[in-house]
């Protein structure tokens, strides 16, 4: 069914699959490779998040997101951004393991910034967080976009969480 609507955004409800979460979105991603893939879950589960992230889903969206907040994700996503919920991402952040860094480009600063990035904070709260001024923090989020070949800072914390910074 889905190879013949040809859906631009596929909402994959994540909490009700009786198969595990990489498959129902490789599935999803066979049946409509156009299709951008967006897990919804009830439970703030970072795990999870991770898996379907790194299972290539476009994002990963909590089911208690207001409606606002959710056309809007929506309308970024199909226009080609990705999304992780800040409050999961974040709690990924906090847990990780104190390995090295994977991605060598960032500098010291400039990976704290991503923790408090995918945190969810504003500029305002990373450079209070910091010691920072606002503009300082404005230009690390340019060098970090730059850098990640992200370009918003939603796709700062998907890239956090694909590419193992986080555990």
Sequence with gaps: ML??????????DIDELSIPVEDAIAACERATPQSRVCALSTAHRPRVMQRALAAKADAYI?????????IEILHSVAAGESYADPRIAGTL??????????????????????RLIAEGLSNREIGRRLTLSEKTVK???????????????????????????VT
């Design 3 to 12: 190879a013949t609507a040809r859906p631009d955004i596929v909402l994959l």
């Design 62 to 70: 909590a089911k208690d997101t207001a409606p606002a907040m959710l």
């Design 139 to 165: 230009n690390h989020v340019s060098h970090i976009l730059a850098k990640l070949k992200v370009s918003a800072r939603s796709g700062v914390a998907v890239y956090a969480v694909r590419h193992g910074l």
């Design 93 to 114: 952040l906090r847990r990780r393991s104190t390995r090295t860094q994977d991605v060598s480009e960032l500098s010291t600063r400039e990976y704290e910034i991503v």
